[in-house]
């Protein structure tokens, strides 16, 4: 059991029947009163977002996560297929639940799948990865401007910014949190 005591940024916790990360809170201390809690609360099945005040001293339960390392497999139409690392065993989630990581999902690439009671609900894939440039149109030579860039599509589908100079065939570092070329690999 957590306490508000407890609470801090990136916390999570089981409210009502649902496993919740604190993204924001604030403790108040009102001149007349008793003091709270108040927070904002990211549902990590659904991604909704809602606020909610606690009384100072109420608890909350410890959700039952598990973070499991898996590998990437392949993808069928709208299913991500994953093995665990240990067991072998193959499991798979839906669009929904991968989002934006499986801009940046190339075979084999070791990921951290999270379950809630047994059950996979989301993915945490490497925050930097080296990915293949398998299109983009060639560089100018004396079209440099300071700067200048020009959309690559990558191995893995994602399309990013990357420098004039790099060409099909060049490996890139990206970074997967914002979608941006970092250097060459």
């Known amino acids: 059991m957590y306490t508000t005591s407890d609470f801090r940024n990136g916390l999570k916790i089981d409210f009502d029947g649902s496993p919740y990360v604190i993204t924001y809170f604030q403790h108040v201390k009102p001149g007349k009163g008793v003091a709270f809690v108040r927070t904002k609360l990211k549902n990590l099945k659904t991604g909704a977002v809602l606020e909610h005040t606690f009384r100072s001293g109420d608890k909350v339960e410890k959700p039952d996560l598990e973070d499991r390392e898996m590998q990437f497999m392949y993808k069928m139409e709208t299913q ?28 084999n ?21 080296d990915l293949k440039i398998v299109e983009t149109e060639p ?47």
């Not at 240990?86 to 999902?105: C, F, M, R």
């Open 109 to 129: 690439l070791p990921v951290q799948i999270l379950f809630y009671k047994g059950e996979p609900i989301g993915i945490d894939i490497p925050f930097f990865i």
């Open 80 to 107: 991500y297929h994953f093995m665990d690392t240990k067991t072998y065993e193959q499991i798979y989630l839906d669009e929904d639940h991968v989002a934006e990581a499986g801009n940046y999902l190339i075979e």
């Open 139 to 185: 560089g100018v030579r004396g079209d440099t401007v300071s700067g200048a860039t020009k959309a690559a599509k990558l191995e893995s589908g994602a399309v990013v910014q990357v420098p004039l100079f790099l060409n099909e065939g060049d490996r890139i570092k990206v970074d997967t949190r914002t979608g941006t070329y970092i250097e060459r690999a």
